[in-house]
């Protein structure tokens, strides 16, 4: 076992492109989460599948967000038409029961 | 909502200093407790978990305890080595239903001195 990989690590974009990001959870866990996190923060959840169900979005995922768990296996996240404030290091975590979360290296994006 | 707070940072010590990180919460029910530790250049690992109240959480000699009565989850160390300078997270749980999103803290930084 792996762990939680996430791709790309680095994405430099600039303003108005479209980014998609990828995660491979650890095998057989069911749950997947992605969370933003900006400097000086902590992770901020953003979304949550439960098999390829997704089953929460917070609110600040906004339209030009959007994600996807085919299959339930890996997920990708897709930001449209990217602005200077989506800038982050976007994080991936997996889980099988309970509520012990790994979490992957995640992808840091610069929009330029 | 659920929220988590830290104390503010960073925090410089000398190897072999008592280590205490504040952390105190506010939540609905009965959260799961978390310390998530990132050390520079790698990403978020659980050091150590408290599910319900007057439970221990230890590892890598760290340890906190989940207070109910004053909401909180302070991580301590009694020696602290300059291997340990890395971001510290507390983060809860709510832990109900299938969703257990997490709710972290600003975290803050460690700095050990030789």
């Known amino acids: 076992d792996t762990g939680v990989s996430q791709d790309p690590r680095h994405k430099i974009t600039k303003r108005g492109q479209n980014v998609t990001f990828r995660c491979d959870p650890i095998s057989e866990h069911n749950r997947l989460y992605w969370y933003r996190q900006t400097l000086g923060q902590g992770p901020e959840f953003l979304t949550y599948?439960?098999?390829?169900?997704?089953?929460?979005k917070s609110r600040l995922l906004s339209d030009r967000f959007s994600a996807e768990r085919p299959k339930g296996s890996f997920s990708t996240l897709e930001i449209q038409r990217t602005e200077q404030g989506d800038s982050a290091m976007y994080l991936c975590a997996s889980s099988f029961t309970g509520n012990e979360q790994y979490f992957g290296p995640g992808t840091r994006l610069t929009v330029t | 909502g659920n929220s988590v707070t830290q104390m503010e940072g960073p925090v410089t010590l000398s190897e072999e200093a008592f280590l205490t990180i504040n952390c105190t919460y506010t939540?609905?029910?009965?959260?799961?407790l978390f310390w998530y530790v990132q050390y520079p250049g790698e990403g978020l690992q659980l050091l150590l978990k408290?599910?319900?109240?007057?439970d221990k959480g230890s590892n890598k000699g760290f340890e906190a305890t989940y207070r109910k009565e004053t909401t909180s989850f302070h991580l301590e160390k009694g020696s602290v080595q300059v291997s340990d300078s890395a971001v510290y997270f507390c983060a809860l749980s709510d832990g109900t239903g299938a969703n257990s999103k997490l709710t972290f803290g600003k975290g803050i930084t460690l700095s050990v001195r030789p």
């Open positions: 939540a609905t029910g009965y959260p799961s």
């Open positions: 408290a599910t319900k109240a007057d």
């Open positions: 599948f439960q098999n390829e169900a997704q089953l929460e």
